[in-house]
């Protein structure tokens, strides 16, 4: 079974691990937006019960500098690029995907329409998609929040308005309190959420898109092992992307892609079989 | 990842801060208590023990991310690191059995420059870490230690013939008054006000870290308005 594995987006900086970068089927780089931002004060991450909490906030070079001198390096790595793209208005998102539009180094966009660190745009999801699809015609993936009453709906419309895959999911708001001071252990206060613990509510996302939407999908949230990309897979993606499992392991691609290998001698071959397990023939008909 | 040992990249480019680090799962020889610190010993195995200053992320068992540890000491075979059981991380370091193991990944980071004709070695508390093995590196040049409790000064054994105060007084009352070329560990404050009274000295700082090789980006601290990743850029400044 040949899964594509991925990195999350701000999980990974290929320059300074290049040799990490290696080890992944796409590098997806860190959310770009218009203008240069240097990103939330610290303290910018805490651990608490399991779950990683960060709050970045979006800090990268700017659009401009991302696609002339960023980029070109990326590309000298070797490796399929997916760049993603954040913003605080639809205008700020088609700026970005119509400087990345005639970069061929740009392979797919994602849509970072959910980071939990920074300001929302004033627009819906929707817009934000419709905004980006009339500035591109590379492939859009929309990051979706699994903070969403019903994001089998919401899959739809992201699917209607244009876009050609989902990355389902970002991070869940959260706060860590010091058990001592009861300050906020984050400067900003909430962080966004990952780890295994998200893994259920990743699942539960992917599960009910896979049923709404023909779109390929990436699944994320704390992947950790190859047991954890089979349970993807059942659930209806058709690749993932590591996270927090990458901090605690930079090795953790090739790992991975050897637990996925024995998972093969237990019998699963195929994504469609195990597809079958997870949601019966119904859904299985339909691939 | 074919069994425990790798070797991550080829260390070609200056720009790869995996390229002479390893990550390997070394086995715990013991957990000793120095006043109410811990030095947690590990078998060497294959791993480098770096640059004075460096540092490595420690498996926390039970925890999802890896804390980061200067080194303290390498005796032959070994790597050793002095922890300050604080939180549940440094207290599941703390709590390692003999014959444990966890995976440790390292050398990380820029240390200490040992290019310095009159070193003074300064830290505070548990910034006492990286003092043993940098002071083993530069024969033994006087150390200046400052510690909250006499209980806490137990520590200073690590590093015999080193000054000691503890508080109320603070170790900056220490700093010599003839130039010399200054070292230091410890808490933010301490740190601040020896750069203060020594601007040029060397200072280790600290900061929450998830990955320890630049891709977290939570690691950060701001240089002249800039937000630098302190495992890229530091932790020596």
């Known amino acids: 079974m040949n899964v594509p594995v991925l990195n999350a987006s701000g999980c990974l900086d290929a320059l300074t691990a290049p040799e990490v970068a290696a080890t992944l089927d796409a590098f997806v780089t860190k959310t770009v937006t218009p203008l240069p931002r240097e990103g939330n004060p610290p303290p910018r991450i805490a651990e608490v019960d399991g779950w990683m909490l960060n709050s970045i906030g979006l800090q990268n070079p700017g659009i401009e500098v991302f696609s002339t001198s960023v980029l070109p390096r990326l590309q000298d790595l070797g490796v399929p690029l997916w760049v993603s793209v954040g913003g605080f208005s639809s205008s700020d998102y088609k700026t970005c995907c119509e400087r990345l539009d005639d970069l061929d180094a740009a392979q797919v966009i994602e849509l970072n329409l959910s980071c939990p660190n920074v300001d929302e745009a004033p627009e819906t999801v929707v817009e934000l998609v419709q905004a980006s699809r009339s500035a591109t015609s590379k492939p859009l993936y929309a990051k979706l929040s699994p903070a969403t009453p019903d994001i089998a709906e919401l899959a739809r419309s992201v699917a209607d308005a244009g876009a050609n895959g989902l990355s389902l999911v970002n991070t869940l708001r959260g706060l860590a309190l010091d058990q001592a001071t009861l300050r906020p252990r984050l400067a900003l206060g909430t962080g966004g959420a990952s780890g295994p613990a998200l893994r259920p509510i990743a699942l539960a996302c992917v599960y009910a898109c896979a049923n709404a939407v023909e779109l390929p999908i990436v699944g994320i949230g704390g992947v950790m092992s190859g047991a954890d990309v089979i349970d993807f897979i059942a659930a209806g993606a058709s690749a993932v992307a590591l996270g927090t499992v990458l901090f605690a392991d930079p090795l953790s691609p090739a790992r991975i892609r050897d637990e996925l290998e024995r998972a093969r001698s237990r019998g699963y071959s195929s994504a469609v079989e195990i597809r079958r397990l997870a949601h019966g023939l119904a859904f299985a008909s339909r691939t | ?237």
């Open chain 2, 1 to 237: 990842m074919k069994g425990q040992h790798a070797v991550l990249g080829s260390g070609s480019s200056q720009t790869q801060v995996l390229g002479t680090a390893r990550r390997e799962r070394l086995t715990v020889v013991d957990n000793e208590a120095v006043g109410p610190y811990v030095l947690l010993r590990l078998e060497r195995s294959g791993m480098e023990p770096g640059v004075p200053g460096q540092f490595f992320m420690l498996e926390a068992p039970g925890q999802l991310l890896p804390r980061p540890m200067s080194l303290c000491l390498a005796p032959p075979g070994e790597l050793a690191f002095l922890l300050e059981p604080i939180g549940p991380g440094t207290r599941a370091l703390a709590a390692l059995a003999p014959q444990e193991r966890i995976y440790v990944l390292g050398p990380l980071g820029n240390g200490f420059d040992l290019a310095v004709e009159r070193p003074v070695l300064v830290a505070g508390g548990i910034g006492l870490a990286p003092m043993p093995y940098l002071s083993e590196a530069l024969g033994g040049p006087p150390a200046l230690l400052g510690f909250r409790s006499e209980r806490h000064a137990e520590a200073a054994r690590l590093l015999p013939g080193a000054e000691v105060v503890v508080e109320p007084r603070l170790v900056t009352e220490l700093l010599p008054g003839e130039p010399s070329d200054i070292l230091a560990c410890g808490p933010e404050p301490m740190l601040e006000a020896v750069r203060e009274l020594a601007p040029s000295a060397q200072l280790a700082w600290e900061a929450p870290m998830a990955c320890g090789y630049g891709a977290c980006y939570g690691c950060v601290v701001e240089v002249e308005g800039r937000y630098i990743r302190l495992c890229i850029e530091g932790p020596v400044l």
